[in-house]
C-alpha cells in the first residue's frame, strides 16, 4: 500500500520536490508516491481536501510553497512551535483525520549551514536582510543556534523593529541572545560573520543598499533563492565573502519534513549532488 503525498503551489511546474522525495524515498527503502499539484490561487484547501479524499485513505502529508504557506497555518487544526513562530506552515502531515502543520524551513537552513557549508551560526554575528515570510520562518531556529548577535534589517526600520521584539518576547528566547531590528543605514559601521539575505529582490534584480564593511573577514553570504546569480551574491562577492545560495536549504528542508513524515532522516549529499550536477 503505497503512501501519498504531494507539493502545493502556484506556480509548481518548477519544483524540485518530486525528484527530491523521489531520491529519498529510493535511498531509505520508503514506499510512498509524491506529486505535484497546481492549486487554485483562491482554493487550497479544496485541493488539499480533494488530494485526501481521491487517496482512499493513503493520504500522509503534503508540502506547501508559495503562496499557500499561510493559508496552510490556518488550515492545520494543530501546530508546532516552529510554526507557530514563523506564522506560516510549510509541511501538512495527515493523521487520523486531523491536519497538523509545521515548519522545516529554519531547519533545513540551519542543516545546510552546519553540515554542507561548514558554517556554525553558534557565536557568529549574524545579519538578516528581509522582515517577511520568508525571514520570519528561520529566525527561531537561528536563535536556538546561540549566535553572538541577530540583526534583522529591513528598508523599513519600523517593520524590522516589530518583528524583532516580536521574537525577543517569545518564551524560547528567554535565555538566548535578543534579536535587534534596524533600517539598512543602521548598519554603517556593523560588522558581521555571517549575512542571509530573505528578501525579494533576487527576484528583481535590485540591489541591497548594504554599507561597506558589512561582510566581515570569512563571512559567509546566503541567498535562499536557488538557480540563480543575484545581485546579492555578486555584491558579497566582491567584498570578499563566501557565497553560497538556497539549494542547500531547499533539500535540507525536504528532508526535515521526510523525516517528520516517515521517521528516518535520508542522506541529503547525495541528493544534493544529483540535483547540482543536473
Request: aromatic residues 6%.
Amino acid at each position: 500500500m503505497t503512501d501519498r503525498y504531494a507539493v502545493f503551489g502556484n506556480p509548481i511546474g518548477h519544483s524540485k520536490s518530486p525528484r527530491i522525495h523521489a531520491l529519498f524515498a529510493a535511498q531509505t527503502g520508503q514506499d510512498i508516491s509524491y506529486q505535484a499539484i497546481l492549486a487554485d490561487k483562491h482554493g487550497f484547501a479544496a485541493a488539499v481536501d480533494t488530494f485526501i479524499a481521491a487517496s482512499t485513505g493513503l493520504a500522509r502529508g503534503a508540502n506547501v510553497t508559495v503562496p499557500f504557506k499561510e493559508e496552510a497555518f490556518r488550515l492545520a487544526v494543530q501546530r508546532t512551535s516552529r510554526a507557530e513562530a514563523a506564522g506560516a506552515v510549510n509541511t501538512l502531515s495527515f493523521e487520523a483525520g486531523r491536519i497538523i502543520g509545521d515548519n522545516t524551513d529554519g531547519a533545513g537552513l540551519v542543516r545546510d549551514l552546519k553540515h554542507n557549508l561548514g558554517c556554525d551560526p553558534a557565536g557568529r554575528r549574524i545579519l538578516l536582510l528581509g522582515a517577511g515570510g520568508a525571514a520570519r520562518g528561520v529566525i527561531l531556529p537561528l536563535l536556538l543556534e546561540g549566535p553572538a548577535k541577530l540583526m534583522i534589517a529591513n528598508r523599513t526600520e519600523e517593520t524590522a523593529a516589530r518583528l524583532a521584539l516580536e521574537f525577543a518576547r517569545l518564551p524560547g528566547c528567554a535565555v538566548g541572545v535578543k534579536p535587534e531590528g534596524a533600517g539598512f543605514p543602521q548598519l554603517a559601521g556593523c560588522a558581521f560573520d555571517l549575512v542571509i539575505n530573505a528578501t525579494s529582490a533576487g527576484l528583481s534584480g535590485a540591489a541591497l543598499p548594504l554599507p561597506a564593511g558589512t561582510y566581515a573577514p570569512r563571512c559567509v553570504a546566503y541567498e535562499m533563492l536557488y538557480g540563480r546569480e543575484t545581485a546579492f551574491m555578486t555584491h558579497a562577492r566582491a567584498a570578499g565573502a563566501r557565497v553560497a545560495d538556497g539549494m542547500g536549504m531547499l533539500v535540507e528542508q525536504a528532508a526535515e519534513a521526510f523525516f517528520v513524515w516517515r521517521g528516518i532522516r535520508p542522506h541529503t549529499a547525495p541528493v544534493l549532488a544529483a540535483l547540482k550536477e543536473k
